[in-house]
DNA sequence: ATCTTTGTTAACCAAATGGTTAAACCGTAT
DNA sequence: ATACGGTTTAACCATTTGGTTAACAAAGAT
C-alpha cells in the first residue's frame, strides 16, 4: 500500500468518525502511521484531503443510488433491487450515510456543486415512470417525489441515525444488523403494498 | 431576554449549524452581543453549553416521540398523529434532528446515557399495541420494530438529510416546504394502506 | 561515483481557540 | 455618599492546530 493510500484510507476513517471539523491533521498522521507533514506533502491540506475522502465517498454511494433510476425493470422490481443492493452495501459501509449527511449539512455551498455534476444521481426518469404506471392504473396515485423520499427514508434512515434508533429501540448492534438484513426485502414489500393497486 | 438566554439562544443557533467541534466560543458570544468571557461566567466551558442546548434539544423532541407511545387512541390515529403533529414540529425547528444525529453520532457515549432516562421515549407499548393489532386482525403480520423504524425514517430523514434530499430531487427550499405539508398526512395514509387487511 | 528527483522526518511557526484575570460598571442597601 | 454584590468587559494566557521549512534518506539517471 502505498503511502498516499495509508493517508487516505487514515483520513477517511478518522472523517467518518469525527467529521471534517472534529478531525485532526496530528490524528490521521497517527493512525497513517507516517509523519504529519506527508498529509502536507501528499495532499496540500486539510480541505483537500477531505475533499477527496468525500468525493470518494459520494462517488461510492452514488451508483448504489442511480442503480433504481437507470435499469430497464418495472417499477417494482426497481424497488426490491434498489433497497436490496443498497442496504447490502450500506453494511459494508456503515458510517456513509451519516458522513455524507453531516457534511452535506454543514458544507451546503461547497457540497452542492457535487449535484450539478453530470454523474449525480437524476430521478427523473424514474419519476416519469412512476406517473406512467399511476396512468396505466398499476399503482395508485401518488405524488412521485414522495414516494421516492418513503423509499431513500426507509433504507437510509436507520443507517444514517443510527445510534438514535438503537437508543430509541433498545436493540443491540447484533440485532440492529438482523433487522437491517430483514429489511433488505421487507421494505421494498412494505412500499409495493402500499401502492399496487 | 436575561444574558444567559441570550447566550443560549446563541449557542443553539451556532452549534445547530456548525456542530460542536465546528462552533466556535467567539462566534456564540458575537452572535449574541457580548463578550466571550460571560460564556465562562453563566456556562464553566464549551462543554457545559453544549450539554445545556443538547439536552434542551432533546427533551423538546423527546415528547413529540413519546406522543406516540403513550396516548390511548388506535394504531391507526396513532400514527396519523404522530405524523401530523411531528413534522408540524419540526417544521418550526428545522436543524433539530440532523442536529441531534450529528451529536449523537459523534458522541455515542454522551449521549447514550440520555437513553436510560425515565424520560425517554419508550416504545414498548405501542409495541405490544401492533402485536395485539396483528393478532386480532386488524393488520398484516409485520415486525413491530421494523414498522415503527419506518414511521420514524419516513418522518424524521427528510429533515435530516436535508440537503441531499433537496440537491437529488433538485428542489427549491418553498417547493420542500409544500412537501413537508404534504407529507404531514400523505405518510401515514401511505403506511395504514401498507399495513391494513 | 555523483547528481537529481522523490519521499520522509523532526523541528519549528503563526494563527486560532478555549479559558482566565483583574479591573470597571452598576444597581441597591446602608 | 458609599460600600457592596453581582454583572460585564478588555486584555491576557496556554495550548492546540494547521501548516512550513530545512535537513536527510533513497532511488534512479548521467
Chains 1, 2 share one sequence.
Not at 475533499?51 to 465517498?57: D, G, K, P, S
Not at 436490496?84 to 451519516?98: C, D, G, K, Q, W
Not at 398499476?138 to 434508533?165: D, E, G, H, R, Y
Request: contains cysteine; hydrophobic residues 45%; aromatic residues 12%.
Amino acid at each position: 500500500m502505498t503511502t498516499e493510500e495509508k493517508i487516505f484510507n487514515a483520513a477517511r476513517i478518522i472523517f467518518q468518525r469525527k467529521g471534517f471539523a472534529g478531525a485532526r491533521m496530528q490524528e490521521i498522521a497517527d493512525e497513517a502511521g507516517i509523519n504529519k507533514a506527508m498529509l502536507h506533502y501528499c495532499f496540500k491540506n486539510k480541505q483537500m484531503l477531505f475533499e477527496a475522502v468525500f468525493m470518494n465517498a459520494f462517488s461510492q454511494l452514488a451508483p448504489q443510488i442511480n442503480g433504481i433510476f437507470f435499469s430497464q425493470d418495472s417499477l417494482f422490481d426497481k424497488i426490491r433491487k434498489f433497497t436490496h443492493s443498497y442496504i447490502s452495501f450500506v453494511i459494508l459501509n456503515p458510517y456513509l450515510p451519516a458522513f455524507i449527511i453531516q457534511e452535506m449539512n454543514n458544507n451546503p455551498e461547497f457540497v452542492m456543486s457535487f449535484f450539478k455534476n453530470e454523474n449525480r444521481p437524476n430521478p427523473t426518469i424514474l419519476i416519469s415512470q412512476i406517473e406512467k404506471e399511476i396512468t396505466d392504473g398499476i399503482i395508485k396515485p401518488i405524488n412521485p417525489k414522495q414516494l421516492l423520499m418513503n423509499i431513500i427514508s426507509m433504507t437510509v434512515f436507520p443507517f444514517a441515525a443510527q445510534m438514535l434508533v438503537k437508543g430509541m429501540l433498545q436493540i443491540s448492534d447484533t440485532e440492529f444488523y438482523t433487522m437491517m438484513e430483514e429489511r433488505k426485502t421487507s421494505i421494498a414489500e412494505q412500499i409495493i403494498n402500499s401502492i399496487k393497486r
